[in-house]
């Protein structure tokens, strides 16, 4: 019920290219879908969030698209550049609980 | 401002010791959060503590994991009789609210727990 499963596992994109990366959830009861960012050696970061009453949000390059009906969710990023390499990571949350993270997508943006 | 902290940042131990590992929030945050981080996993929540609440322990993996929190603000989680499997990068994290699951949890630089 609070799982949140995130693919693919590992992406590789060339630069300037489009990198998906896709979420799924279970619990309905989610109002809050939030991406993180991780370098190595240092700790997650907020990158962009999202609410269930908006289908799409935009950040700069970060786009988030969300489908309700399918319980789905997913990132963008736009003009990928090696800077963007990095371990993403999706989750879901209420504002009675925690975040519930899902596994991470290792992504590689190849010069 | 200062970010979160911990210390230490590695951590090298030996199988069946006791370990301790500390979490400075940022100031003023009411909520902190533990997780594990295991190579190439995701995040593992083990534990939370919300202002004066009771803590959510429901993530702990065993009986040898404990954490408290002291005056609201520095926490310590403490692993005893460490074994193989509890190597890993422990993460904190705080927030300044007590909306848990809608917060923007800030996190720390980790720990990097290695138990020989």
């Known amino acids: 019920q609070q799982q949140v499963k995130q693919s693919p596992q590992s992406l590789i994109v060339q630069k300037g290219g489009i990198s998906i990366i896709n979420c799924a959830y279970e619990?309905?009861?989610?109002?809050?879908f939030p991406w993180y960012q991780q370098f190595p050696g240092k700790g997650p970061a907020l990158l962009i969030a999202i609410r269930p009453d908006v289908s799409e949000k935009k950040e700069g390059r970060f786009t988030i698209s969300f489908n309700k009906s399918a319980k789905q969710f997913s990132l963008h990023i736009m003009d990928s550049q090696p800077g963007d390499s990095a371990t993403y990571f999706c989750?879901?949350?209420?504002?009675?609980?925690?975040?519930?993270f899902g596994q991470g997508t290792i992504l590689t943006v190849h010069p | 401002g200062a970010g979160v902290s911990q210390s230490p940042s590695n951590k090298v131990t030996e199988k069946g010791k006791d370990v301790e590992l500390r979490c400075d929030p940022i100031?003023?945050?009411?909520?902190l959060y533990w997780y594990r981080q295991s190579l190439g996993q995701g995040l593992e929540f083990l534990i939370y503590?919300?202002?004066?609440?009771?803590?959510?322990k429901s993530g702990l993996p065993s009986d040898r994991f404990s954490a408290e929190r002291t005056g609201g603000s520095v926490s310590t989680l403490t692993i005893q009789r460490t074994q193989q499997e509890d190597s890993a990068v422990y993460l904190c994290?705080?927030?300044?609210?007590?909306?848990?699951?809608?917060?923007?949890?800030?996190f720390g630089p980790g720990t990097r727990l290695t138990v020989l």
């Open positions: 619990n309905t009861a989610f109002d809050y």
């Open positions: 994290a705080s927030s300044p609210e007590i909306r848990a699951g809608t917060d923007t949890q800030y």
């Open positions: 989750a879901g949350g209420t504002s009675y609980g925690k975040l519930t």
């Open positions: 100031s003023g945050h009411t909520a």
């Open positions: 503590f919300q202002g004066n609440s009771a803590p959510d």
